[in-house]
């Protein structure tokens, strides 16, 4: 069974930076790709990130390229986002997730597995 478990979440001012992490029960983590999404209160949740089995290849939501990044280190089944110049739209619970397929995916519908979240507030 698939477990993914977020940190790393918590309120900070706008401008400020958070990184999340997402850790993976499997030892198959690697062979997977991997994403990140968001839902914020009263709205459908949304795409943040996804990044391939590899970690070469990677897709960012035009709200957060340039101020976030996807990572991963397959060594430590965990995927990394790192958020930069943070907004008060971004607040919202952060999800990690993992598809069945190596190639990176822009939509939740392409993902099986998904962590609790974990809650990110930017004050403004």
């Known amino acids: 069974q698939v477990q993914l478990v977020e940190s790393g979440g918590g309120l900070v001012q706008a401008g400020g930076s958070l990184r999340l992490s997402c850790a993976a029960s499997?030892?198959?983590?690697?062979?997977?790709?991997m994403g990140w999404f968001r839902q914020a209160p009263g709205k459908e949740r949304e795409f943040v990130a996804a990044i391939d089995w590899s970690g070469l290849g990677t897709i960012h939501a035009d709200s957060v390229r340039g101020r976030f990044t996807i990572s991963r280190d397959n060594a430590k089944n965990t995927v990394y986002l790192q958020m930069n110049s943070l907004k008060p739209e971004d607040t919202a619970v952060y999800y990690c997730?993992?598809?069945?397929?190596?190639?990176?995916?822009?939509?939740?519908?392409?993902?099986?597995?998904w962590g609790q979240g974990t809650q990110v507030t930017v004050s403004s």
């Open positions: 997730a993992r598809r069945n397929q190596r190639t990176y995916y822009a939509k939740s519908d392409g993902y099986t597995y």
């Open positions: 499997v030892r198959t983590f690697s062979s997977y790709a």
